[in-house]
Nanobody, 125 residues
Framework: LQFVESGGGLVQAGGSLRLSCEAS????????VAWFRHGPREEREPLSC???????????DYADLVKGRFTISRDSAKNTVYLQMNNLNPLDTGIYYC????????????????WGQGTQVTVSS
């Protein structure tokens, strides 16, 4: 599976970014796609996931951290999944990854086989 994350960068606290996960050679509509963040913790944190049927889920353990600020969506015509991030704060700094998975969404990063190189997000105070 080939896909690439983009849209990261340096932003001031309170700003917004939209991350993209663009696929080629396969159709994202047929997969669940999750966004993860690799921040200070050793493990990648699941943020949210969009299922093949278009429904979304925010992962319980981390939902409070991003609740109301991050929104996952998909543009089938562009074969791209997005993560809209608003009201960013320095704690959001990290490398953001998307990961497609056949069948259903699941939180643990170990259950995802395919990973991109990620996109760096840095939020300054």
């Amino acid at each position: 599976l080939q896909f690439v994350e983009s849209g990261g960068g340096l932003v001031q606290a309170g700003g917004s970014l939209r991350l993209s996960c663009e696929a080629s050679g396969f159709t994202l509509d047929n997969y669940a796609v999750a966004w993860f963040r690799h921040g200070p913790r050793e493990e990648r944190e699941p943020l949210s996931c969009i299922r093949a049927d278009g429904t979304t889920i925010d992962y319980e353990d981390y939902a409070d951290l991003v609740k109301g600020r991050f929104t996952i969506s998909r543009d089938s015509a562009k074969n791209t999944v997005y993560l809209q991030m608003n009201n960013l704060n320095p704690l959001d700094t990290g490398i953001y990854y998307c990961a497609p998975r056949s069948k259903f969404c699941t939180p643990p990063p170990a259950t995802y086989v395919y990973w991109g190189q990620g996109t760096q997000v840095t939020v300054s105070s």
